[in-house]
C-alpha cells in the first residue's frame, strides 16, 4: 500500500521537479531563522520542509520500485 503511495508521489514528483528543490531549501532556510530568533516559531515550515523532502526523495528512488 505504502509502495503504491510512493509511486504516485514520484509520478507527481516527475511533473513538478522544477519546484520542489527550492521549496525545500527556503522552508528548511526559514525554518531555522525563526526558531533562532524566536521561541515560540511557529512548526508550519518545517512540515513544510519535511513533506517537500519527502517528495523529492520519492521521486530520486521510484525508479527501484517498479
Known amino acids: ?35 533562532v530568533k524566536d521561541e515560540n516559531a511557529s512548526i508550519i515550515s518545517c512540515i513544510v520542509a519535511a513533506i517537500s523532502l519527502l517528495i523529492i526523495l520519492a521521486g530520486v528512488v521510484s525508479p527501484a520500485f517498479s
Open 1 to 35: 500500500m505504502l509502495i503504491g503511495l510512493m509511486k504516485g508521489i514520484g509520478i507527481f514528483y516527475y511533473w513538478t521537479w522544477f519546484v520542489w528543490p527550492f521549496i525545500f531549501v527556503f522552508s528548511f532556510v526559514y525554518a531555522i531563522a525563526s526558531m
